[in-house]
């Protein structure tokens, strides 16, 4: 089924295309906010009690599964209607699985509402995007945080769909995207998600090893300079994530900054190491630079899994 060109590239092509020109439809139904209440629903009945650990490992294997098997069902009903249903259908599904766009634009909203409103507003608006606490950071450490998260979820947000879109069709594509908002919401260290969580925290990190990987890899091949390749391996594993580092690595590299320091997690403190050692300050230009980064590996990935297709489709 996910053998045929035209199956993999249309839906591929328009999803990016519609990616590229809306970003997330806020005023239309999203699957990941349906996943955010079914992890709210769990979390509120399961959360508690005695086998929090066991109870948490059954969702976070759980509701992924049967996302997958959900939307396997939906894709072949579409096709024993016709392709086109299909097309149409997998598109808007490859259209809500990839959020560069969004996260460009949010992303630019933190830095402009910092540049026109003042300090404690642009905390404020930071915190609709990262799970830090915002309420004590300086204008330097909230350009830090949004390039930082820029790094993390081009690989969270745009390559690993992609990548898991390359596997196993938008099928896969949403099951990669319950497990990442599992993670979102339950996978943290403190009292109350510690037990719970930890399952859904650790799948996550599976299936983030290699885009996260890949990732870096894009980076630097979009943005390549002497010594990043050696700047990315030494930094990117002496991140407390066993992912997010090499993006991280690969953003800070380029822009010859720093990353990294202590941040606190709903009330935890979380010392992170440092990534680069610049500790220089940050602007609008470092902004512009990380988005043209963003576009560039989305193309990238996009291009990538198409000349995949084609060859396949050629000597297959």
């Not at 930890?198 to 300079?225: H, K, Q, W």
């Amino acid at each position: 089924m996910w053998g045929d060109f035209y199956m993999v590239v249309i839906p591929l092509l328009a999803g990016y295309v519609l990616d590229s020109f809306f970003g997330d439809p806020r005023r239309l139904p999203h699957p990941v906010v349906a996943f955010g209440r079914l992890i709210a629903f769990a979390e509120k009945r399961w959360n508690k009690g005695k086998g929090r650990r066991w109870k948490g490992c059954a969702i976070a294997f759980l509701y992924p599964l049967g996302i997958g098997l959900a939307c396997w069902g939906i894709a072949h009903t579409c096709l024993a209607l016709n392709a086109w249903c299909y097309y149409a259908v997998a598109s808007v599904f490859v259209f809500y699985s990839l959020a560069n766009r969004s996260l460009i634009e949010e992303s630019r909203e933190v830095i402009r509402t910092l540049e026109e409103q003042g300090l404690e507003a642009g905390r404020k608006r930071l915190s609709w995007i990262v799970g830090r606490e915002t309420s004590s950071l300086t204008s330097k450490e909230i350009h830090t945080a949004v390039l930082e998260t820029m790094a993390e979820n081009l690989s969270d947000g745009v390559v690993a769909p992609l990548f898991y879109y390359a596997l196993g069709g938008f099928p896969a594509m949403m099951a990669y995207k319950m497990v990442n908002t599992l993670d979102s919401m339950i996978g943290y260290k403190d009292e109350r998600f510690r037990q719970f969580g930890c399952c859904a925290a650790r799948l996550d990190d599976v299936l983030n090893f290699i885009p996260a990987r890949l990732t870096a890899l894009f980076m630097s091949i979009i943005c390549y300079r002497p010594g990043l390749f050696k700047f990315i391996l030494h930094y990117g594993r002496q991140h407390a994530s066993p992912n997010a580092g090499y993006p991280e690595a690969a953003l800070a590299g380029i822009l010859n900054c720093r990353f990294g320091g202590t941040h606190v997690y709903h009330g935890l403190a979380v010392k992170k190491p440092y990534i680069g050692d610049n500790n220089r300050n940050l602007n609008r230009h470092d902004l512009n630079q990380a988005i043209r980064i963003n576009q560039g590996v989305t193309l990238l990935s996009v291009a990538l899994i198409f000349l995949c297709a084609s060859i396949s489709k050629f000597y297959f």
